[in-house]
């Protein structure tokens, strides 16, 4: 498995489908959301990481419907990507707590509702 750290972009569009199978313009709507509006993709930018995650084995295909003349494709998060978003988010975790716990040691207590 790899355990180089993800880009965010990545890790937020495996985020999305842990949610379940989406289709291209769900994932972005999804990611904006869940970023808090930080990260916008482009669809560009988002079907060339889709391409590059199912080469990796991470995300696949899950079916196509056509939609006002257009197809939709939907995409599913593998079980291979499950188990790489889940290291993912326990190397974060581990990041989170100990920038945490060295930043109240100096008396700084994070504001969990905004910025520090």
């Known amino acids: 498995m790899n355990t180089r750290s993800m880009q965010e972009p990545t890790f937020l569009i495996l985020t999305a ?11 972005i709507t999804d990611v904006l959301r869940i970023s808090g509006e930080r ?7 988002l079907y060339a990481a889709l391409d590059r995650l199912e080469g990796d084995g991470l995300v696949a295909p ?13 995409y599913r998060l593998t079980p291979a990507g499950t188990a ?9 975790r581990h990041n989170v707590e100990t920038a945490t716990g060295r930043l109240s040691r100096l008396g ?6 905004g910025a520090a």
Request: aromatic share 6%.
């Open 62 to 74: 899950e079916g196509e419907e056509i939609v006002d003349g257009r197809a939709r494709r939907y």
């Open 108 to 113: 700084f207590v994070p504001n969990p509702g």
């Open 84 to 92: 790489r978003l889940a290291a993912e988010a326990e190397r974060l």
């Open 39 to 45: 990260v916008r993709l482009r669809a560009g930018t």
């Open 17 to 27: 489908l842990a949610g379940g199978p989406q289709h291209g313009y769900g994932i």
